[in-house]
């Protein structure tokens, strides 16, 4: 049956058991793999629980396949829409709109300049 199933192909499952270190998924009647904690979820986990339960229906991405052992390695976080990792950072910086609102660049100008004309009336 391991032949059915080969890395990096999306299948549907159920979980039939949960461990503290990963969850075990049925892909048919005679053929289960593991999802490991660290493939939960991007992010921390600190427990299965709180993100699946014994009966769940999930979609699963195949990571390996060991012909020798019959383990399958699976993932849930490898179909979730991707996530900034912590080496990411969005800056976001609005531009001036119609309503007055200036950026830290414009106010601090603004600031400099106010600050200067302040500094010469002294």
Known sequence: MLDKY???TVVKGKVTGIQGYGAFVALDESTQG??????ITNGYVKDIRDFLKVG???QVKVL???EESGKIS???KAIQEPSLSKRQTVLCVPKPDAAGF???RDKLTEWI???QEHN???
């Open 6 to 8: 080969h890395r990096g």
């Open 102 to 104: 200036n950026t830290l």
């Open 74 to 76: 699976l993932s849930l």
């Open 64 to 66: 390996s396949v060991d």
């Open 56 to 58: 769940d229906e999930v």
């Open 34 to 39: 593991l999802v490991h904690i660290s493939e």
């Open 113 to 115: 300049e106010q600050s």
């Open 120 to 122: 010469v009336v002294k």
